[in-house]
């Protein structure tokens, strides 16, 4: 069975734009290098994959972040700690956009319709292309992790609430199950993960820059409509995975699931407390 609409409107996109001349190039760069096309996770062999590693980076994170919010910390200088974030943030938007694009352009190259988009077989192994944008994506969660050390250095700790620390712990221990359970859709949800933080980090940098756009609202906006869109492509995983042979990495889906679910509360709650709506009143 299939779901309406999308595995048609997917079919067109993918030939509108592999027949692009652009598109090669692309392909070339982005899927067929040798290091991407031949990727291949091992757990506990490639970089950063094992269990242990995972649990002493998030650990060690909290403890950190816990441990420099309490202590007395030597203030870096304001343009110091302007080049250090301006560095960050064009370092990210860039690594933003081009994981995004790889990614994209390996759907494109490498999977044949909608559904095995959505759902890929079991026992899919976690090689190829996707997945190494998928491994990209955790790493770079890692870097991340930047975010709160200059929150904290630049002595900015209204910014470093529970809702910051929580998303930035969970998203790296969530790319990594996404990664080594090759989880179904997780290459969806990382290209509308990196595009949110494209607009995210070049907002960020804009305001390192001085420049303070009238778009903030935006941004948390996007998160929640990402946020939504999750659920739309579980929903559709669940279709698939009863209605056909099942999908791979649903246990780590469920796990997954639940994180979203918690994030689009706290990202609500956060929205509704900073963006209030405002209701007109009539005088008579």
Not at 16 to 32: A, D, I, K, M, T
Not at 213 to 225: A, Y
Not at 253 to 273: E, G, M, R, T, Y
């Amino acid at each position: 069975m299939e779901v309406p609409f999308f595995p048609t409107l997917f079919s067109s996109v993918r030939n509108l734009v592999v027949n692009q001349p652009f598109f090669p190039v692309l392909e070339e760069w982005l899927v067929n290098h040798p290091k991407i096309h031949e990727f291949s996770w091992d757990n506990g062999k490639t970089p950063g994959s094992s269990q242990r590693f995972l649990t002493l980076t998030v650990l060690s994170y909290i403890f950190f972040t816990f441990i420099l919010s309490q202590v007395s910390r030597p203030s870096l200088a304001r343009p110091v700690l302007k080049s250090i974030s301006t560095v960050h943030n064009i370092f990210l938007v860039t690594l933003s956009f081009i994981m995004a694009l790889g990614c994209l352009v390996s759907i494109f190259s490498q999977v044949p319709n909608f559904k095995t988009l959505v759902c890929f077989p079991k026992r899919t192994s976690p090689s190829g292309p996707l997945f190494f944008w998928g491994y990209i994506f955790y790493l770079s969660k890692i870097i991340e992790f930047m975010d709160t050390l200059l929150i904290i250095l630049g002595n900015s700790m209204k910014r470093l609430s529970f809702l910051h620390v929580y998303h930035h712990s969970m998203v790296v221990i969530m790319s990594y199950v996404c990664v080594d359970s090759a989880q179904s859709s997780f290459s969806m949800v990382l290209v509308t993960n990196c595009a949110v933080h494209v607009v995210m980090y070049t907002y960020y940098l804009m305001c390192t820059l001085g420049v303070h756009p009238k778009w903030k609202k935006m941004v948390t906006d996007c998160q929640l409509v990402q946020f939504w869109a999750s659920f739309l492509i579980m929903a559709m995983l669940v279709f698939y995975h009863f209605t056909g042979s099942g999908c791979s990495g649903v246990l780590s889906w469920c796990f997954n699931a639940a994180f979203i679910v918690s994030l689009l509360f706290l990202f609500s709650d956060f929205h509704a407390k900073n963006y209030p709506t405002k209701v007109k009143t009539k005088y008579a």
